[in-house]
């Protein structure tokens, strides 16, 4: 890239971290301190609100950058991502919003321990929301490398390094200072300028093609390389049965993952009622569906004007695709439009990148300090402030997505949020549903439920070819790779439902009816919600 471009891009990134900072400072000036500010903004949020900032949170690197690049890579092979991340949110508003905003005050966690032991149950849901939201995090700091790379030339492996460090840095800076008030508002900002940008991309590649869908696809496919087979099924995940069991896994995992992630579950609690989150809901399906509409058009898009070899060439997981394509329908390299093009969508990439980065941190912080501190504290001693507790906790997870950013620089960014929801899929999803809907669910289901689908989905993942055992894995040298499939959630989600099922029936544990009876009327009627 050019210096004008480097010059730009950096300058309106500037801008927005000058502008998010100033809404961090502000709000942190005017806070109150308490948990409630801290973790939920004090429940002060409008529906249309929570839904631009559930609409940032969610659309993420992963959406921006990864999804376009695959479609534009593997052609209809990846339309599985944008299918499995909008159908994941009629899983949420039909089962989750609602009764995880009349059950809950800040985590997931306050869910299941309404009607179960509380230690054993924080301990293993914290535990399982720290290692999710650590996965997410890392996808958006490779995302955050791939972007400067291309901004620099990818000459520069130490800057693309310290852009990773750098964004985890602005990540706690957020967290600590602002809470969840500055991180909605930063995520509903972010919100408005993607949406915004994506609209002037999708409508640019359409006036490149006359309006004519049609020509773009065969002009993509004609591209590919692979002819009509980029636009059916099999270009990535029909070569084998292997390949085939892979996609399965992946549908999984990103359909019921959504209702399992820790930061999308703490945004329910922002608004001040029930029905508050199931509006809220609605506004980020419209926002979202949107959103994926337009995803489509650029990755076939990239594909019909760039050329898959192009976007490969750049970033061989195809992170860079979007930004190519700007600068590309902005006049080409050298063009002032294509300089302020490809400068825009590459700070508006930043801007996704950070807040989303800031509401993971927030909802892992909030896991450790109000979950594990609470329960794993010495009875005696001299309590911290949760608050302060979720600060230091905000610290320490940002140095470990930081340090596994840096191992993961060269894999595709939807991938690995595919891993993160595998994993929410199997720990958080089984126990969350369970204690919604089943009345003998007892303590030790709880607790296998989370055991039961988070042990098998990591330890699959660390033998899975991700890790180790091929040329694009995290250890190419090191060979632990025994099980064949890349997403472990067609093995793992099943195994968390079947743990809970099991732990259940063979406890000793006399079911609460009490307790259960008043966490259902609590559910359904929003009585006694905080």
Request: hydrophobic letters at 55%; one cysteine or more; glycine letters at 12%.
């Amino acid at each position: 890239m050019t210096g004008e471009h480097q010059a730009l891009a950096l300058l309106l990134f500037s801008a927005f971290v000058a502008v998010t900072l100033g809404i961090t400072t502000w709000v942190s000036s005017n806070r109150r301190g308490s948990a409630e500010e801290f973790y939920a903004g004090g429940r002060l949020f409008s529906p249309m609100e929570n839904g631009f900032a559930i609409a940032g949170d969610y659309m993420s690197a992963a959406s921006f950058l990864g999804v376009t690049g695959l479609i534009a890579l593997f052609g209809y092979d990846g339309l599985l991502y944008v299918v499995g991340f909008l159908v994941a949110w009629l899983v949420v508003l039909f089962l989750v919003a609602e009764l995880v905003r009349n059950c809950g005050r800040f985590t997931m966690a306050d869910v299941v321990a309404a009607r179960m032991r509380e230690r054993p149950v924080r301990i293993a849901a914290g535990t399982s929301s720290v290692t999710v939201s650590v996965l997410y995090l890392v996808a958006q700091m490779v995302g955050a490398g791939s972007l400067v790379a291309l901004l620099l030339g990818g000459t520069s492996e130490a800057a693309r390094d310290w852009t990773v460090i750098g964004v985890g840095a602005l990540m706690v800076v957020y967290v600590s200072l602002g809470g969840m008030r500055a991180t909605t508002w930063i995520q509903i900002v972010k919100a408005f300028l993607l949406l915004s940008g994506t609209v002037v991309l999708t409508a640019l590649v359409l006036v490149r093609f006359h309006g004519d869908l049609d020509r773009l696809l065969l002009t993509a496919a004609e591209r590919s390389g692979h002819g009509e087979a980029f636009l059916a099924p099999g270009l990535k995940y029909g070569g084998d049965w292997t390949a085939r069991f892979d996609f399965i896994s992946l549908g999984l995992a990103l359909v019921l993952g959504t209702a399992g992630l820790p930061h999308i579950l703490s945004r329910f609690y922002t608004v001040p009622t029930a029905r508050a989150a199931r509006r809220s809901v609605v506004w980020a399906v419209g926002l979202i569906g949107g959103f994926y509409l337009m995803t489509i058009v650029l990755g076939f898009g990239a594909a019909a004007i760039l050329g898959p070899e192009a976007v490969r060439g750049s970033n061989a997981a195809g992170n860079t695709a979007v930004p190519l394509l700007a600068l590309d329908l902005g006049g080409g390299a050298g063009s002032t439009g294509g300089t302020v093009l490809f400068a825009i969508v590459a700070a508006v990439a930043f801007a996704t990148i950070l807040a989303v980065v800031a509401g993971i941190t927030l909802a892992s912080s909030a896991s450790v300090a109000h979950d594990l501190y609470a329960s794993l504290r010495r009875r005696g001693g001299k309590p911290r402030s949760e608050v302060a507790v979720a600060r230091v906790a905000a610290v320490g997870v940002g140095v470990v997505a930081i340090a596994l950013g840096l191992l993961a620089r060269d894999l595709n960014v939807a991938f690995l949020v595919g891993l993160a929801f595998a994993v929410a899929a199997s720990a958080n999803l089984p126990v969350l549903l369970y204690s919604l809907f089943w009345r003998n669910f007892t303590t030790r289901g709880a607790v296998w439920a989370v055991y039961g689908g988070l042990v098998p989905a990591v330890v699959l993942v660390v033998l899975s070819p991700v890790v180790s055992g091929s040329p694009e894995s995290l250890f190419p040298g090191v060979d632990l790779q025994y099980f064949p499939l890349q997403n472990p959630g067609i093995v793992s989600i099943p195994l968390g439902f079947l743990a809970g099922w099991l732990g259940t029936v063979t406890s000793a544990e006399v079911p609460d009816e009490a307790r259960h009876a008043e966490t259902e009327v609590r559910s359904l009627t929003g009585a006694g919600a905080a």
